[in-house]
């Protein structure tokens, strides 16, 4: 029975050794290229990971693979592990048709331990959108007028062999130059375009070593490390990290110009630090700033306030109080109300003059009141407890989290009308049940 089991043994290592495909595996790395869609399918079925662990179809050519008979490679992830409070490390997974990876076989060249671990790309590209370049004159006024030579964000050569041919203002001006419009970016070198390039160093008349580093998207979100560099006519290229979305919103820490920018797609708001420790916030809603404390507002020079419409105070639960060491100014081109609903006491210390382009009525006929500012209640959150604050005159007041913001509920209140008439025009009542 012993000898049985040994000789059985035998012949199966003895055809291991003797496998020519065994011998291949072990030879170490080698070139394979994905597959998206299984074309034996009916109808096509992709070619996807389904317990998304970051495996790849792919096929190897050395090793007589096909397209139709691909074969499932685990992902070798260059950081990772497990700790007590779960996984952690790096996972990024190429997608779409015939991307070339670098794949080997572990444990002696195991047919079964196949792994991907790197891609083979011909043209690097990390900025969202593209990065910059001579604008292609395409009749949407970029490249032409005024931007005659501002640089545009381009689309970049897939292939060494396209970008040998392709003048670089014959590239397509990228989508994401929309964006850059909107924001009012455009024209800006600092927060539009970027030239954080790996090919631009080494474009120089004497190449220089790459600065940049970073990561990008397929659907074009990116992080972008740049240390800087001095071109040959002395051009700077800023130190700056951008941490970018696909639809534009971004943020940008600039070293060289020594500034923090944030903004998101629309330009609609954005934040920046600069240099001098100057603070700009834009908002084209509106702007919202609460403390459950104090709240200290101090300038070393002037406070200057202004209002496209109307101004309110409110003090709640204490007194308003005006202090100054020197004059009071109160001056306005309407009518001036002064109302108290207890008692007035004015005290002057020396002379006290009045004068009027009329008369002086001082008890009588009955003044006018002055306007009541109207309060109202929001909601509030404490201790995870949603609250309420009553009697304030604030349009948008917030909160601990979860705060309810006002797009939120604009966008809940849109979704609510639009399924109301989704369901009226399928005949259905408003839970969605068959009238």
């Known amino acids: 029975m012993k000898d049985g089991k040994l000789k059985r043994a035998l012949r199966r290592e003895a055809s291991n050794i003797s496998s020519p495909i065994l011998e291949e595996l072990q030879k170490g790395i080698y070139k394979a290229i994905t597959v998206q869609e299984n074309p034996r399918a009916n109808p096509p079925a992709p070619f996807i990971d389904p317990t998304g662990r970051g495996r790849l179809a792919?096929?190897?050519?050395?090793?007589?693979?096909?397209?139709?008979?691909?074969?499932?490679?685990?992902?070798?992830?260059?950081?990772?592990?497990i700790v007590k409070e779960g996984n952690y490390g790096f996972f990024g997974v190429p997608v779409g048709e015939a991307v070339t990876i670098l794949v080997f076989f572990a444990d002696g060249g195991n047919a079964t331990e196949g792994y991907w671990f790197a891609v083979a790309q011909s043209i690097p590209d990390i900025v969202s959108g593209g990065y910059s370049g001579e604008a292609k004159v395409t009749g949407d006024g970029q490249g032409e007028g005024v931007f005659k030579?501002?640089?545009?964000?381009?689309?970049?050569?897939?292939?060494?062999?396209?970008a040998a041919i392709t003048k670089e203002k014959e590239l397509e001006n990228n989508p994401r130059n929309k964006i850059l419009a909107d924001q009012g970016t455009y024209s800006d070198?600092?927060?539009?375009?970027?030239?954080?390039?790996p090919l631009r160093d080494a474009s120089y008349e004497i190449p220089q070593e790459t600065k940049v580093t970073g990561w990008k998207t397929p659907a074009g979100s990116s992080i972008t490390m740049d240390d800087g560099s001095i071109n040959d006519t002395g051009e700077i290229h800023a130190e700056q990290i951008r941490i970018t979305t696909a639809s534009g919103a971004a943020v940008i820490l600039d070293g060289s110009n020594d500034f923090i920018y944030?903004?998101?797609?629309?330009?609609?708001g954005w934040v920046e630090i600069g240099a001098n420790g100057e603070v700009m916030v834009y908002a084209e809603g509106s702007l919202s700033m609460r403390t459950e404390k104090d709240f200290n507002l101090r300038a070393d020079k002037n406070v200057n306030i202004e209002a496209g419409e109307n101004i309110y105070m409110h003090s709640i639960k204490g007194d308003t109080k005006i202090n100054s060491d020197k004059e009071i100014h109160l001056r306005s081109k309407g009518n001036q109300f002064l109302q108290s609903e207890a008692g007035m006491n004015i005290n002057v210390g020396v002379n006290c003059i009045v004068t009027t382009g009329g008369k002086l009525h001082l008890n009588?006929?009955?003044?006018?009141?002055?306007?009541?500012?109207?309060?109202?209640?929001?909601?509030?959150?404490?201790?995870?407890?949603?609250?309420?604050?009553?009697?304030?005159?604030?349009?948008?007041?917030?909160t601990h989290e979860p705060f309810i913001r006002t797009q939120a509920k604009e966008l809940k209140e849109t979704a609510s009308a639009f399924a109301k008439a989704t369901a009226s025009k399928k005949g259905l009542d408003k839970a969605g049940i068959k009238k």
Not at 149 to 162: E, L, R
Not at 262 to 268: E, L, Q, W
Request: charged share 20%; proline share 10%; aromatic share 6%.
């Open 149 to 162: 030579d501002i640089p545009a964000s381009k689309t970049q050569s897939k292939t060494i062999g396209d």
């Open 189 to 197: 070198p600092l927060r539009g375009t970027s030239t954080s390039s």
């Open 364 to 398: 009588g006929p009955i003044a006018s009141e002055s306007e009541l500012i109207l309060v109202d209640s929001m909601p509030d959150i404490q201790d995870l407890t949603c609250t309420e604050v009553k009697d304030t005159i604030v349009s948008e007041m917030p």
């Open 262 to 268: 944030a903004v998101n797609s629309s330009g609609s």
């Open 58 to 81: 792919a096929y190897v050519p050395a090793l007589g693979g096909i397209p139709e008979d691909p074969d499932f490679f685990e992902y070798a992830s260059p950081f990772g592990g």
